[in-house]
């Protein structure tokens, strides 16, 4: 039975994807208390990143912030392999996001919508979080943007 919050996805027409396995030695999200923290999380779609290469040079924007969305929603899915149902989530704390980026784009808090706005349509007032948006010379697998999430859980959870 899905709850609350993956009723939501499922009515915007998102489906939680499985967790992308660590690209080397650590966990996709750990509990710590009533906060669980994601590790960076890349766009990855079935194992694979879709697009790779610098916002602003072989990436646009408008893809990126796509890319950005993705990245909020395998975050999701690596807090629920860590409680068990999204729906113990009490709010987003904290948004990271690391945008790629050719040396003259500034555009990095517009990409990071992506994620912000996924995690508002999917969590409403609980996904309203604070966040940062650091433009980075290269990531992992020549990855336009990452994203890493903190959550605060319900306190029975």
Known sequence: MSGVVEAKLAELGLTLPEVVPPLATYQPAVRSGVYVYTAGQLPMVKGSLPVTGKVGAEVSPEQAKELAATCALNA??????????????????????????????TGQPGVLNGASELLGAVLGEKGVHARSAVGVTVLPLDAPVEVEIQVELVPSA
Do not use: N, Q, Y
């Open 76 to 105: 999701l899915a690596a807090v629920k392999s860590v409680v068990g149902d999204l729906d113990k989530i009490a709010r987003v704390v904290k948004v990271v996001g690391f945008v790629a980026s050719a040396p003259d784009f």
